[in-house]
């Protein structure tokens, strides 16, 4: 792998803005979206989808050969009274609507779970205690799906929390009745070795609000695929992520959002901290706004700082405009370095080095750790960042 | 009383895989109260020794002594210099993203000072040098020099001298790039806290302009890695009819 020495010649930042009558985002994909693994052939690694994805890190998860084991990954729902949680066979009709499986592994875990877990909110209940989903790995492979759903002008908040070891498929759904309100936070706190590969399906309806805050630490290898659509107009979706990628690490956002309804709202803020030999951060931010999407105002952004040498980040940002009758369409990508001649200012007024990287990276974090509304959660998360920092001196 | 002895400073520094003396033997004291100019042309070393006295990783110390009241500052790492006593107004100021200028200043001036200042005088304290400086209050929340224009910059180093109140302040071209209003309050803003007396001002300079806003004690001219001629204040006036060119032509050898 290529080594980054700095960053204009180790890392790379595209950006693209197509006004196309075909969609690029679509096209690039390897086959279409389907329930069915068979649909996609064995990726080989120079697929668009999957050429910054280590697959020979994957365990097995996209070729067929990781087979579920027994009990190995332990799913545990912890919800506030109203909700109700269920588990539920393959069949259930709920299952499936908010998104169809995007690439192979995706579709490797549709179609090898066994069950599926079911959290619904009822219709105008409104939570005042998250809904915790602990993922917990002991070891163990496991194709997982769950579905989240809000009925009309429910409103809650739901941690999934993923620790452990573990190799993980999974697609998670969330589907928001009208006028519902979901904060969902993903939390990856993985051990070193888990692989964790998962497609988040947001299905936002009309004068819904949908905030999804990814927060990727741990792991050998995670690869998560938010994506959002929306059932009607007046909807809006926050993305927001902060991943902390250390030496070894690949962490791999792709987002999409596809803005497929009039008079809908998206807004993407990802930011990630690299550290350590071959670090490697992944950021994909698909938008695409559809010919019938009118009124539509969206803007992402990708933010990257790397702390030493050795770390790479591919960031591309890529906005498809199929209609001109919009509000607003924005992206934008950085990477920026935390340099010697930074450490050297701040420390030229008395700010001891370590002190100098601990204020560098919590400035940077600081707007996203905000968006959590978690209390424990942020505490966890900064105390995280803290143990990270700590790594690096 | 604070005083800053340089004594035969040598400093070498690596470009194109070859080591180069920039500084060949300096010496300088400079006592608490006291202001020195060090004037010289473009390329004789004045901004080395300035980053050098700050501890910049880039300049490799061969010989000689920097002493803060007796104390080795060679010795010392780039926050133990500041701490104890040393500013540097940086020509070039670097950007932080990230960081605001509000918590910068505060980590700053924790540190230097030895304990957290308290909240409230803080603010005030802030609030009031920020405006003898003509610094708006939304400055405070922009992110450290980052998208500053060069007026901007320099009185952000200003600020700083002003709030952390160093025994030695070291200015490297701070009047650079400053139209005339600016070097009027940015030269005010060093006079300030050259007026408390408890401050040595080394101000390293192109030009003789800002010396009609900071009257030196003393002027040096500094060519060739050291220098040449020290003398008064007419010493730059001197310069200002002559230029450099009695202390380039034939001057220090490479």
């Known amino acids: 792998m290529a080594e980054a020495q700095n960053i204009p010649v180790g890392s790379t930042t595209a950006g693209q803005i197509a006004v196309a009558a075909e969609s690029t985002v ?6 279409p979206p389907s329930f069915d693994v068979q649909d996609f052939p064995v990726p080989h690694g120079r697929e668009e989808e999957w050429r910054f994805t280590p697959l020979e890190r994957l365990r097995g998860l996209h070729d067929g050969t990781a087979v579920a084991a027994g009990e190995g990954v332990k799913v545990a729902v912890e919800a506030p009274e109203g909700v109700t949680v269920e588990v539920v066979d393959r069949d259930d009709p709920r299952l499936g609507r908010a998104g169809t499986p995007v690439d192979r592994v995706a579709a490797q875990a549709y179609s090898a779970f066994e069950q599926a877990g079911v959290v619904t909110v009822p219709k105008e209940t409104v939570l005042t205690e998250p809904i915790r989903i602990a993922v917990h790995g002991e070891g163990g492979v ?87 659509s929306y059932a009607g107009p007046g909807a809006e979706a926050e993305l927001f992520g902060l991943y902390f990628t250390d030496a070894g690490q690949h962490h791999e956002h792709r987002l999409l959002v ?38 539509t105002d969206t803007y992402e952004m990708n933010r990257n700082l790397v702390l030493t040498d050795g770390a790479r980040v591919d960031s591309v940002p890529n906005l498809e405009i199929e209609t001109g009758e919009i509000v607003g369409a924005g992206h934008a990508s950085a990477t920026g370095r935390f340099d010697d001649e930074q450490l050297f200012y701040l420390m030229a007024r008395g700010i001891p080095a370590d002190e100098a990287r601990r204020l560098v990276v919590r400035g940077f974090f600081a707007e996203l750790v905000q968006q959590i509304a978690v209390p424990d959660i942020e505490e966890r998360l900064l105390a995280k960042i803290e143990t990270e920092l700590e790594a690096t001196v | 009383m604070a005083t800053l002895e340089i004594r035969d400073l040598r400093v070498t520094v690596e470009a194109d895989n070859a080591t180069k003396e920039i500084l060949k033997g300096v010496d300088l004291t400079v006592k608490q109260g006291e202001t020195h100019a060090i004037m010289g042309p473009n390329g004789s070393g004045k901004s080395t020794l300035a980053y050098s006295l700050a501890g910049h990783p880039k300049y490799t110390i061969t010989g000689g002594t920097v002493t803060l009241d007796g104390e080795d500052v060679l010795e010392m790492s780039v926050d133990e210099r500041a701490r104890a006593g040393l500013f540097l107004a940086m020509q070039y100021p670097v950007e932080v993203p990230g960081v605001s200028v509000s ?74 790039g400053l139209d005339v209003d600016a070097l009027r309050v940015v030269s005010e803003g060093v006079n300030r806290v050259r007026e408390t007396g408890e401050v040595g001002t080394l101000l390293i300079t192109h030009y003789t302009r800002i010396l009609r806003y900071i009257k030196p004690d003393h002027v040096h001219v500094f060519a060739g890695g050291r220098i040449v001629e020290s003398g008064g204040a007419e010493l730059a006036d001197k310069l200002e009819n002559e230029g450099y060119e009695a202390y380039t032509k034939g001057g220090a050898s490479e």
């Open chain 1, 26 to 31: 679509a096209t690039r994909m390897s086959a």
């Open chain 1, 142 to 228: 496991r194709y997982g799906h769950q579905v989240v759903e809000l009925g009309a002008f429910a409103e809650a908040v739901v941690v999934i929390d993923h620790t452990g070891d573990a190799v993980l498929a999974a697609n998670v759904e969330y589907v928001l009745g009208d006028g519902a309100k979901l904060t969902v936070v993903s939390v990856q706190d993985w051990d070193d070795k888990a692989v964790h590969v998962a497609q988040h399906s947001a299905l936002v309806g009309r004068d819904a609000s949908f905030k999804s805050v990814v927060v990727t630490f741990g792991g050998d290898v995670v690869r998560l695929h938010p994506r959002v």
């Open chain 1, 258 to 295: 596809d803005h497929n309804v009039p008079h809908c709202k998206s807004n993407v803020v990802y930011k990630g901290a690299l550290q350590g030999e071959s670090a490697h951060a992944v950021w994909i931010g698909d938008v695409l706004i559809e010919a019938r999407a009118e009124g």
């Open chain 2, 103 to 176: 918590n910068f200043l505060r980590t700053s001036a924790t540190a230097v000072r030895g304990e957290a200042p308290k909240l409230r005088t803080w603010v005030k304290e802030v609030k009031e040098a920020m405006e003898r400086l003509n610094m708006d209050p939304s400055f405070a929340e922009r992110n450290v020099n980052e998208g500053f224009s060069g007026g901007e910059k320099k009185r952000h180093e200003i600020l700083q001298l002003e709030l952390l109140k160093p025994k030695v302040a070291i200015l490297d071209e701070t009047d650079s």
